[in-house]
């Protein structure tokens, strides 16, 4: 384990975008709106940015088109926040390089995805989280989603996770089992936090305990995901219901294999960013895309008013 870095702490809390990667019509980065759409991010008062994960588009990337992507955030972002970096990977050896080229570049921390492609059994998705872990001395966020990676981390997991590895600190709380908030927190309690992965669950999750949310629609959204955020804990409910009921249909394409193409469709109706997307991916088209964009139009239409003693 590296022990030659000192230990970056975060704190795991408020709502952190999982940012796209855009794209110019020539299927380039396109950094400019990138920029664009890290300032709305910024200014609407998120507590982090992650960066690679399969919103981004990352299993598409290049690694020189990665590290741009990083330098970029990093020079933007100078230090305001956090930058996180996801990691996907279906070997052990590059999920440690990778993790220790994060740390050599600056970033603040990592979000853990379970091997890719095999499915690990638990001793053996453990080992593979501990390799990575004590590889590096960047604090981690385990990304916890059995519906779509098919890999579970069990209680009994987190637990040896816990014991063994001090850098892990935070999960990504994907089960859509909102039971499953309290949990973690009546097993673990502060030693890890939690942040909701699903939009649809969000606020449900915070009332829950949770302790941040790492956002898919926030990236067309920013205001209203962190104001929602803010209202739960102030305890002003009734003031985030109503915001959460609105934004509920468009929470909804968070949830969908298209969410890629749902979520780029709405940054670009929102004004932050375009639908352009990388291959395989086809941008939408015919019925579909009308039916997509008829729910983003009706949210536009009616975006809620923020409270103004919000700050934001």
Avoid at 162 to 184: F, G, I
Avoid at 227 to 243: D, K
Avoid at 267 to 285: I, K, S
């Amino acid at each position: 384990m590296l022990t030659h870095f000192p230990m970056i702490h975060i704190a795991w809390q408020g709502v952190y975008p999982a940012l796209t990667t855009k794209f110019t019509p020539t299927d380039e980065l396109d950094l400019a709106t990138f920029g664009h759409n890290l300032a709305a991010q910024l200014a609407a008062g998120v507590s982090g940015i992650i960066l690679g994960g399969s919103l981004g588009e990352a299993s598409t990337l290049t690694d020189p088109e990665k590290d741009t992507l990083v330098q970029a955030a990093l020079a933007q972002v100078a230090g305001r926040v956090p930058v996180i970096l996801n990691i996907a990977e279906g070997a052990t050896r590059r999920a440690i390089a990778l993790a220790q080229a994060a740390e050599h570049h600056g970033l603040a921390g990592l979000m853990l995805l379970p091997p890719m492609r095999y499915r690990t059994d638990d001793r053996e998705t453990v080992t593979y989280f501990k390799a990575v872990a004590q590889s590096t001395s960047l604090p981690i966020m385990i990304y916890n989603n059995p519906v779509d990676y098919k890999t579970e981390v069990n209680l009994a997991g987190f637990d040896e996770l816990l014991r063994d590895c001090p850098n892990v600190q935070a999960v990504k709380e994907s089960t859509r089992d909102v039971s499953n908030v309290t949990r973690l927190k009546s097993a673990f309690g502060d030693r890890l936090k939690v942040l909701c992965g699903v939009d649809t669950l969000a606020m449900e999750e915070l009332v829950m305990g949770a302790e941040g949310w790492v956002a898919g629609l926030g990236c067309a959204f920013p205001r209203e995901t962190v104001a929602i955020y803010r209202l739960v804990q102030a305890g002003r409910l009734a003031e985030a219901r109503a915001i959460y009921r609105w934004f509920m249909p468009l929470l909804e394409l968070d949830i969908h294999p298209k969410l890629v193409q749902y979520i780029k469709l709405a940054e670009q109706m929102a004004g932050l960013g375009t639908e352009h997307v990388r291959a395989p991916r086809l941008p939408l088209v015919g019925e579909e895309r009308v039916q997509i964009a008829g729910i983003i139009a009706q949210g536009l239409a009616t975006r809620p008013t923020l409270p103004a003693d919000l700050g934001m």
